[in-house]
């Protein structure tokens, strides 16, 4: 670790203020930054810790019926008090391990946007808005690549708005030695339609399985996705699964999302 | 019911306490006042000459106290290797030096280059960022295979070639056995790959390097197995410092499972470098460096071939291995393949001719040297695989063709030339299968198929050899060291002792089982007894712990040393109470006169010894303490047979270990309780080793598993609970105590039947996969299926 200086602003106004000046990165749970700072990867002259802001922090209910959960809720947190929204709940409490799970924030994990993580799968499968320090982002617009979104330079996750759906599940195969999704599906059922989204095979990131939504809107059950297979093109392939392998199981999360969500 | 606190009681490890409370004192905890940091710059490629290392610039940054290269290492000896083999051809083994810091070239990611000294590890660590480095990368040789081909490039230019040795064993066999394949009924081949591990102990490696300047001695406080072996490596090969002025010291440490037992560049630097700056010099390992310089272990690929006659006996084994040294020969690796591997390969069975082939080979990674089993679970594998194979070729029970083949008649002489002194594989197997409920197999598999997975039953024996080891046996095979050990045993006036001991505890909880033997034999309260490990000024020069040696080994020496205290102890009680040495009793503690109602106490004998008013100062020495030595006259040979179930998701290739079943034979026991945590942290290796671990390298030699993010470390949900069982006990006859030793049998046992019981799994529904190399990840079982 390189020798940094900490700012720890107490509102959003302050945190914005504070990453507008200098080399300056936003610091939410650090469960990735810190160790990348750990490594030397990163050299940020100032961090400025999201965590002691309390409006960011919490969840609630919206009019709309919407789960609205503070960008800088911990996943533990998230786990123990989305019993709204149950497969969000579960989600949430499956990140990692107790330790993780206190420290990690939502609105960290998706402004990371890692391949692998499961919080994007959450966000695009709800179809969830992404509201930040200056705008509202609409998750299909969020998420734009590995690690890339359409975040600004400065712009923090204050808030993200999550539609409750009729039926979801998560269904995560994990990584054998990180336990970060190899492949995770988000399949959520709507009055409008179903979402599904997959995270940890793509070499773009999180997706949308456009094929197995169409078909499970006409017919939510595992069986409407028989023929259905998505290509082991732009599929991760490393130590732990090829594409093929890749693209197999996110087939075979999906028919698990289904049948789990019910 | 054994007596708390003696042999045969399930005493708790009185160590635990100040572990679980935090107080330990482990290297780390250790920090002298003045201390200096060192941080290594390591090579980040594989293979490299080294053109220039230019510290300019870094020698000004703040806090720097001195940056070491390999020119200030010229004139001081390398690393040594502690083991020569000599090959099939008559010839010695080829022996590449090894520098503590590189010189002309580097050899693999993480060799290092400099060492940066400064005020604190950051500004160390900022320094090392400014040296500037001239490297003309080189091919690198990964893949030992093409390390041996015509042409390919020398990790080692002064060397012939990257082949170290080409043993055979046993060579004069190897035309008989040949003949015995030409004849045979049938052959049973399979070629696998015992993949490369990573030791990972929870704690990483420290090293405190300290230097007295008023009386001239050096003092290094490390991370070790055998501090008495890294101070004769370290002193006579490396650093010229005679013993009497070098003491080495390792406290509390957290784990080795082999990889503490060598010895170390870091070591040496912090030892070299305290005296050069007249300052206590620390080197406290990442997890990452850990990954890149901590010896590795397995790293062999092996074709076996099995032949058995018309009846199913088996009448021969055949065996070509490629081992991996790495880039240089680690304290012990030569030995490793060879002496702790090719004598198993009869393994539990009678099988007339055997012969072995290593190539041992040096490639650009990280050296590979003894882990948990070391050359053990290597025989294991390969032959329980085979005999598993077999079984299914010739469509016969697996245990009845292993039982068919079994060594009954003991003692019994391989044709690898070990002796085994005692056993009762059936006894064992008959256990296991009591306690596996073979015959509930069958509802469970229904079971598990209603729920859409494959269940497969696996089972395997394991025989090794430990209490490592009669030192004029061990010499003549190219040990260059004497494998005994030693205990001093110091009882004090008033009745408490202090043994003193050349073996090290890092978890096998010595300080608890080795108090409960002197307890027993004197009759006392293990209370009364204090263990004392880890130092070399205090402690009777011993080899250490590792390859199960400790109780078999360092316990008998206790035993001997304990004894010589008891006998004169006799002789003093004899004087107090007027009677003849030859009547004294001892019992719980107390002398008797056999038939008469005279005694004194165990405390009024001790007491005497010490304030010798009443005593026979003519004939007998004051005081008592008694050390003593004691060399094994054979290996031990603990044996067993276990079995393992899984189920296999069929969609995604996951094996999940459902239930898991040990029955071990150990001859006798000290302690059960310890000796089932042995067994059960020995399985949980092993199914690591079976499902989730595996060192990787790219083609460039870049270590592709630097992390626990891609190095999958066994959790505990990946284990099931273990039924173990070590009721059957055949005791070893050479060795006082009877025992044969525990702390590898769970790692050498256990990855044969996780890869059995999945290759079952998988036939149960018609595919037709035979093996699958190690780890069994989701994705390669998966992969195996499509097949």
């Given at each position: 670790?390189?020798?940094?200086?900490?700012?720890?602003?107490?509102?959003?106004?302050?945190?914005?203020?504070?990453?507008?000046?200098?080399?300056?990165?936003?610091?939410?749970?650090?469960?990735?930054?810190?160790?990348?700072?750990?490594?030397?990867?990163?050299?940020p002259?100032?961090?400025?810790?999201?965590?002691?802001?309390?409006?960011?922090?919490g969840?609630?209910?919206?009019?709309?019926?919407?789960?609205c959960?503070?960008?800088?809720?911990?996943?533990?947190?998230?786990?123990?008090?989305?019993?709204?929204?149950?497969?969000?709940?579960?989600?949430?409490?499956?990140?990692?391990?107790?330790?993780?799970?206190?420290?990690?924030?939502?609105?960290?994990?998706l402004?990371?946007?890692?391949?692998?993580?499961c919080?994007?799968?959450?966000?695009?499968?709800?179809?969830?808005v992404?509201?930040?320090?200056n705008?509202e982002?609409a998750?299909?617009?969020?998420?734009?690549?590995?690690?890339?979104?359409?975040?600004?330079?400065?712009?923090?996750?204050?808030?993200?708005?999550?539609?409750?759906?009729?039926?979801?599940?998560?269904?995560?195969?994990?990584?054998?030695?990180?336990?970060?999704?190899?492949?995770?599906?988000?399949?959520a059922?709507?009055?409008?339609?179903?979402?599904?989204?997959?995270?940890?095979?793509?070499?773009?990131?999180?997706?949308?399985?456009?094929?197995?939504?169409?078909a499970?809107?006409?017919?939510?059950?595992?069986?409407?996705?028989?023929?259905?297979?998505?290509?082991?093109?732009?599929?991760?392939?490393?130590?732990?699964?090829?594409?093929?392998?890749?693209?197999?199981?996110?087939?075979?999360m999906?028919?698990?999302?289904?049948?789990a969500?019910? | 019911?054994?007596?708390?606190?003696?042999?045969?009681?399930?005493?708790?490890?009185?160590?635990?306490?100040?572990f679980?409370?935090?107080n330990?004192?482990?290297?780390?905890?250790?920090?002298?006042?003045?201390?200096?940091?060192?941080?290594?710059?390591?090579?980040?490629?594989?293979?490299?000459?080294?053109?220039?290392?230019?510290?300019?610039d870094?020698?000004?940054?703040p806090?720097?106290?001195r940056?070491?290269?390999?020119?200030?290492?010229?004139?001081?000896?390398?690393?040594p290797?502690?083991?020569?083999?000599t090959?099939?051809?008559?010839?010695?083994?080829?022996e590449?030096?090894?520098?503590?810091?590189?010189q002309g070239?580097?050899?693999?990611?993480?060799d290092?280059?400099?060492?940066v000294?400064?005020e604190?590890?950051?500004q160390?660590?900022?320094?090392?960022?400014?040296?500037?480095?001239?490297?003309?990368?080189?091919?690198?040789?990964?893949?030992?295979?093409?390390?041996?081909?015509e042409?390919?490039?020398k990790?080692?230019?002064?060397?012939?070639?990257n082949?170290?040795?080409?043993?055979?064993?046993?060579?004069e066999?190897?035309?008989?056995?040949?003949?015995a394949?030409?004849?045979?009924?049938?052959v049973?081949?399979?070629?696998?790959?015992?993949?490369?591990?990573?030791?990972?102990?929870?704690?990483?490696?420290?090293?405190v390097?300290?230097?007295?300047?008023?009386?001239?001695?050096s003092?290094?406080?490390t991370?070790?197995?055998?501090?008495?072996?890294?101070?004769?490596?370290?002193?006579?090969?490396?650093?010229?410092?005679?013993?009497?002025?070098?003491?080495?010291v390792?406290?509390?440490?957290?784990?080795?499972f082999?990889?503490?037992?060598?010895?170390?560049?870091?070591?040496a630097?912090?030892?070299?470098?305290?005296?050069?700056?007249?300052?206590?010099?620390?080197w406290?390992?990442?997890?990452?460096e850990?990954?890149?310089?901590?010896?590795?272990g397995r790293?062999?690929?092996t074709?076996?071939?099995?032949?058995l006659?018309?009846?199913?006996?088996?009448?021969?084994?055949?065996?070509?291995?490629?081992?991996?040294?790495g880039?240089?020969?680690s304290?012990?690796?030569?030995?490793?393949?060879?002496?702790l591997?090719?004598?198993?390969?009869?393994?539990?069975?009678?099988?007339?001719?055997?012969?072995?082939?290593v190539?041992?080979?040096?490639?650009?990674?990280?050296?590979?040297?003894?882990?948990?089993?070391?050359?053990?679970?290597?025989?294991?594998?390969?032959?329980e695989?085979?005999?598993?194979?077999?079984?299914r070729?010739?469509?016969?029970?697996?245990?009845?063709?292993?039982?068919?083949?079994?060594?009954?008649?003991?003692?019994?002489a391989?044709?690898v030339?070990?002796?085994?002194?005692t056993?009762?594989y059936?006894?064992?197997?008959d256990?296991?299968?009591?306690?596996?409920?073979?015959?509930?197999f069958?509802?469970?598999?229904?079971?598990?198929?209603?729920?859409?997975?494959?269940r497969g039953?696996?089972?395997?024996?394991?025989?090794?050899?430990?209490?490592?080891?009669?030192?004029?046996?061990?010499?003549?095979?190219g040990?260059?060291?004497?494998?005994?050990?030693?205990?001093?045993?110091?009882?004090?006036?008033?009745?408490?002792?202090?043994?003193?001991?050349?073996?090290?505890?890092?978890?096998?909880?010595?300080?608890?089982?080795?108090?409960?033997?002197?307890?027993?034999?004197?009759?006392?309260?293990?209370?009364?007894?204090?263990?004392?490990?880890?130092?070399?000024?205090?402690?009777?020069m011993?080899?250490?712990?590792y390859?199960?040696?400790?109780?078999?080994?360092?316990?008998?020496?206790?035993?001997?040393?304990?004894?010589?205290?008891?006998?004169k102890?006799?002789?003093?009680a004899?004087?107090?109470m007027?009677?003849?040495?030859?009547?004294?009793?001892?019992?719980?503690?107390?002398?008797?006169?056999?038939?008469?109602?005279?005694?004194?106490?165990?405390?009024?004998?001790?007491?005497a010894?010490?304030?010798p008013?009443?005593?026979p100062?003519?004939?007998?020495?004051?005081?008592?303490?008694?050390t003593?030595?004691?060399?094994?006259?054979?290996?031990?040979?603990p044996?067993?047979?276990?079995?393992?179930?899984?189920?296999?998701?069929?969609?995604?290739?996951?094996?999940?270990?459902?239930r898991?079943?040990a029955?071990?034979?150990?001859?006798?026991?000290?302690?059960?309780?310890?000796?089932?945590?042995q067994?059960?942290?020995?399985?949980?290796?092993?199914?690591?080793?079976?499902?989730?671990e595996?060192?990787?390298?790219?083609?460039?030699?870049?270590?592709?598993?630097?992390?626990?993010?891609?190095?999958?470390?066994?959790r505990?949900?990946?284990v099931p609970f273990y039924?173990?069982?070590?009721?059957?006990?055949?005791?070893?006859?050479?060795?006082?105590?009877?025992?044969?030793?525990?702390?590898?049998?769970g790692?050498?046992g256990?990855?044969?039947?996780?890869?059995?019981?999945?290759?079952?799994?998988l036939?149960?529904?018609?595919?037709?996969?035979?093996?699958?190399?190690m780890?069994l990840?989701?994705?390669?079982?998966?992969?195996?299926?499509?097949?």
């Amino acid at each position: 670790m390189y020798a940094f200086d900490i700012e720890r602003p107490a509102t959003i106004a302050d945190a914005i203020k504070a990453l507008g000046s200098g080399e300056t990165q936003a610091l939410g749970g650090g469960q990735t930054l810190i160790p990348t700072l750990k490594q030397r990867l990163a050299a940020p002259e100032r961090l400025v810790c999201l965590s002691g802001i309390k409006e960011m922090q919490g969840i609630c209910t919206a009019d709309d019926g919407a789960l609205c959960i503070g960008g800088g809720t911990t996943h533990a947190t998230v786990a123990a008090g989305a019993g709204a929204y149950p497969a969000l709940a579960a989600l949430a409490g499956h990140i990692g391990d107790p330790a993780v799970r206190n420290r990690g924030t939502i609105g960290g994990s998706l402004a990371n946007n890692d391949p692998s993580a499961c919080y994007p799968a959450a966000a695009l499968g709800s179809g969830a808005v992404v509201i930040t320090s200056n705008r509202e982002i609409a998750a299909d617009d969020f998420f734009q690549g590995m690690f890339t979104t359409a975040l600004e330079d400065g712009e923090i996750i204050t808030e993200v708005r999550f539609p409750v759906p009729e039926k979801a599940s998560y269904q995560k195969f994990e990584q054998p030695a990180s336990r970060f999704a190899l492949v995770g599906v988000f399949v959520a059922k709507y009055g409008t339609g179903v979402r599904v989204a997959v995270t940890g095979a793509s070499e773009g990131g999180v997706f949308r399985w456009s094929e197995a939504e169409a078909a499970l809107s006409s017919n939510f059950a595992p069986g409407a996705l028989k023929g259905l297979a998505l290509s082991a093109d732009g599929m991760i392939s490393d130590l732990h699964g090829s594409g093929a392998y890749r693209a197999h199981l996110a087939g075979v999360m999906t028919r698990r999302a289904v049948a789990a969500a019910g | 019911m054994p007596k708390d606190g003696g042999i045969g009681a399930s005493t708790k490890r009185r160590e635990d306490i100040r572990f679980l409370t935090g107080n330990g004192n482990y290297t780390d905890d250790i920090n002298l006042r003045g201390q200096a940091y060192v941080h290594f710059l390591r090579s980040d490629v594989a293979h490299g000459r080294l053109n220039k290392v230019d510290t300019g610039d870094a020698e000004g940054m703040p806090g720097v106290l001195r940056i070491f290269t390999g020119k200030d290492f010229e004139g001081v000896g390398g690393l040594p290797c502690g083991w020569q083999v000599t090959d099939r051809f008559g010839e010695v083994m080829q022996e590449p030096g090894h520098p503590v810091l590189a010189q002309g070239k580097v050899r693999h990611v993480g060799d290092p280059i400099a060492a940066v000294v400064a005020e604190t590890y950051a500004q160390a660590r900022d320094a090392a960022e400014a040296i500037v480095l001239d490297i003309e990368e080189l091919p690198a040789v990964v893949d030992m295979k093409a390390a041996l081909k015509e042409g390919a490039p020398k990790v080692h230019d002064e060397l012939k070639s990257n082949l170290c040795y080409d043993w055979g064993f046993v060579e004069e066999n190897k035309a008989a056995v040949d003949e015995a394949f030409a004849k045979a009924a049938h052959v049973t081949t399979l070629e696998l790959v015992n993949q490369r591990l990573v030791a990972n102990p929870m704690e990483p490696r420290v090293a405190v390097g300290d230097f007295n300047r008023s009386t001239g001695d050096s003092t290094l406080y490390t991370t070790s197995q055998n501090p008495h072996v890294i101070r004769l490596l370290m002193g006579a090969f490396v650093l010229g410092i005679p013993e009497h002025k070098l003491r080495v010291v390792a406290p509390d440490v957290g784990g080795g499972f082999g990889s503490k037992i060598f010895h170390y560049a870091e070591e040496a630097f912090c030892t070299f470098a305290a005296k050069a700056l007249n300052r206590p010099v620390k080197w406290t390992c990442s997890r990452s460096e850990a990954f890149m310089t901590d010896a590795h272990g397995r790293d062999h690929v092996t074709k076996i071939e099995l032949a058995l006659d018309k009846d199913n006996n088996f009448i021969a084994i055949r065996t070509d291995t490629h081992a991996n040294m790495g880039a240089y020969l680690s304290t012990f690796a030569p030995s490793v393949p060879t002496w702790l591997h090719g004598t198993l390969m009869a393994g539990n069975y009678k099988t007339p001719l055997i012969y072995v082939n290593v190539k041992a080979v040096f490639t650009n990674t990280v050296p590979v040297d003894a882990y948990r089993g070391a050359g053990r679970p290597e025989a294991t594998f390969q032959l329980e695989r085979v005999i598993d194979k077999a079984a299914r070729e010739l469509g016969v029970d697996p245990i009845a063709l292993r039982r068919q083949n079994f060594i009954t008649e003991f003692p019994y002489a391989t044709p690898v030339a070990v002796e085994y002194d005692t056993g009762d594989y059936h006894a064992t197997m008959d256990k296991l299968e009591e306690i596996a409920d073979f015959k509930g197999f069958a509802a469970r598999r229904k079971a598990s198929e209603a729920k859409g997975r494959l269940r497969g039953l696996g089972i395997n024996c394991y025989i090794e050899a430990c209490g490592i080891a009669p030192s004029n046996l061990v010499g003549q095979l190219g040990a260059r060291a004497g494998l005994y050990e030693s205990a001093t045993v110091r009882v004090n006036a008033t009745g408490g002792l202090v043994v003193m001991t050349g073996s090290h505890s890092h978890g096998q909880g010595h300080e608890t089982s080795f108090a409960q033997v002197v307890a027993e034999m004197i009759g006392i309260d293990a209370s009364m007894v204090e263990i004392v490990h880890g130092d070399t000024a205090n402690t009777p020069m011993g080899m250490g712990t590792y390859g199960s040696r400790s109780i078999a080994v360092g316990g008998s020496a206790m035993v001997r040393a304990t004894e010589k205290i008891i006998n004169k102890a006799k002789r003093i009680a004899a004087h107090l109470m007027e009677a003849s040495e030859a009547d004294i009793e001892l019992k719980d503690g107390q002398f008797s006169v056999a038939g008469t109602d005279k005694s004194v106490a165990w405390g009024d004998v001790t007491l005497a010894a010490y304030v010798p008013h009443n005593y026979p100062l003519a004939e007998v020495e004051p005081g008592l303490e008694e050390t003593a030595f004691y060399d094994p006259s054979n290996f031990t040979y603990p044996a067993g047979a276990y079995a393992c179930e899984v189920e296999v998701d069929p969609e995604t290739g996951r094996v999940t270990i459902e239930r898991f079943a040990a029955a071990d034979d150990f001859g006798n026991i000290i302690n059960p309780m310890i000796v089932s945590g042995q067994v059960h942290g020995g399985i949980g290796q092993g199914i690591g080793q079976a499902l989730l671990e595996s060192c990787v390298y790219d083609e460039n030699g870049q270590l592709q598993t630097g992390s626990y993010m891609d190095y999958a470390m066994p959790r505990a949900d990946d284990v099931p609970f273990y039924r173990v069982d070590h009721s059957c006990q055949t005791p070893c006859t050479h060795n006082p105590l009877g025992v044969k030793g525990c702390g590898e049998a769970g790692a050498i046992g256990s990855p044969p039947a996780v890869v059995n019981a999945v290759i079952d799994a998988l036939q149960s529904v018609g595919k037709n996969v035979t093996h699958i190399d190690m780890p069994l990840s989701p994705s390669r079982v998966w992969q195996a299926m499509q097949g």
